[in-house]
Nanobody, 122 residues
């Protein structure tokens, strides 16, 4: 049974930082690209970041580029999202996902976590 479990969300003031983690189990972690998406109330799910199997390659959504950093620890089967210079518009539920190819489209990902809430106050 595949499980992706996010943690690290919470309430933070604008300009602050948070680090999200996503622990994977039940899948061969090394064979999957890992991604982060987010969804705010009333909005579509938005691509945030993705990282290749080795961790050497990354991609970021335009709205987070330069502020967020994705990384992975294959030994720990965990992917991280370091979020700096947070803005109120970053408020959303953040989901991690596992897929076969690196993509900005959520349809390309096979497994999803339950999400973790991030709230940025102004």
């Amino acid at each position: 049974q595949v499980q992706l479990v996010e943690s690290g969300g919470g309430l933070v003031q604008a300009g602050g930082s948070l680090r999200l983690s996503c622990a994977a189990s039940g899948l061969s972690f090394l064979t999957y690209v890992m991604g982060w998406f987010r969804q705010a109330p009333g909005k579509e799910r938005e691509f945030v970041a993705a990282v290749t199997r080795s961790g050497a390659g990354t991609d970021y959504g335009d709205s987070v580029k330069g502020r967020f950093t994705i990384s992975r620890d294959n030994a720990k089967k965990t992917v991280y999202l370091q979020m700096d210079s947070l803005k109120p518009e970053d408020t959303a539920v953040y989901y991690c996902a596992a897929g076969a190819i690196l993509s900005r489209r959520y349809e390309r990902y096979d497994y999803w976590g339950q999400g973790t809430q991030v709230t940025v106050s102004s």
